[in-house]
């Protein structure tokens, strides 16, 4: 059974630009998380989405957005990017909501 | 809001011995999840235990064992025989059971040494 498949693993954007990371779910989990990890705060939750529809959503700005399709695939994008979004974006899918599952992440460098 | 603490940034062990790792936590919910979850060098985060809080007894899952203390609001975890591939971060979690976001603490580095 496959894993959480987040794409790319690795990503190096300019100040300003946008970015969108994509996430695959495992087979047949409808709920999927995004959360943010830097060193300086931590783990922090971004949103989370079932069957396509936003249920929670962390205190990040305006910018930080997201989607799920039918397939549950999601989308997390980024736009008018910053220095301080640099950090490692973690996508986690749960048949239930107890227990997620988390991929290996996507790198986000910011220069 | 609820919160997770962490006390204690770095353990060392030695291997087949055993490291107990602190979690405190903060909140007014009755129902809800704890987990912790380990993160190694390559990065992916993998659950390692999960306990409901309306459940007493407590969660076991091989060499990994937690001591849930509700009205402390304590859930340590115990890592019974270290091995050398348990050396990684450790993350304790909380979940509302009528929420979808889990609250991470700052996470333990746990090294295991030869």
């Known amino acids: 059974k496959a894993g959480v498949t987040q794409t790319p693993r690795y990503l190096i954007k300019t100040r300003g630009q946008q970015v969108t990371l994509s996430c695959s779910p495992i087979s047949g989990h409808r709920s999927v998380s995004w959360y943010q990890q830097t060193p300086g705060q931590g783990l922090q939750f971004l949103f989370e989405y079932f069957s396509e529809t936003q249920r929670n959503k962390g205190n990040f700005p305006g910018r930080f957005s997201g989607r799920q399709f039918s397939n549950s695939r999601s989308e997390m994008n980024v736009s008018t990017l910053e220095l301080g979004d640099s950090a490692l974006y973690l996508c986690?899918?749960?048949?239930?909501?107890?227990?997620?599952?988390f991929g290996s992440g996507t790198r986000l460098t910011v220069v | 809001a609820q919160t997770v603490t962490q006390s204690q940034p770095e353990m060392s062990v030695q291997e087949a011995e055993t490291v107990t790792l602190s979690c405190t936590y903060d909140t007014s919910e009755n129902n809800y999840y704890l987990f912790w979850y380990k993160q190694p060098p390559s990065r992916q985060m993998i659950l390692v235990i999960r306990?409901?809080?309306?459940?007493?007894q407590n969660a076991t899952e091989n060499r990994f064992s937690v001591n849930f203390q509700k009205a402390a609001k304590s859930f340590s975890l115990k890592i019974s025989d270290s091995q050398l591939g348990d050396t990684a971060m450790y993350f304790c979690a909380f979940m509302p059971s009528n929420d979808y976001k889990l609250s991470f603490g700052a996470g333990t580095t746990v090294t295991v040494r030869a």
């Open positions: 306990q409901e809080a309306y459940k007493q």
């Open positions: 986690a899918s749960s048949p239930d909501n107890y227990g997620y599952t």
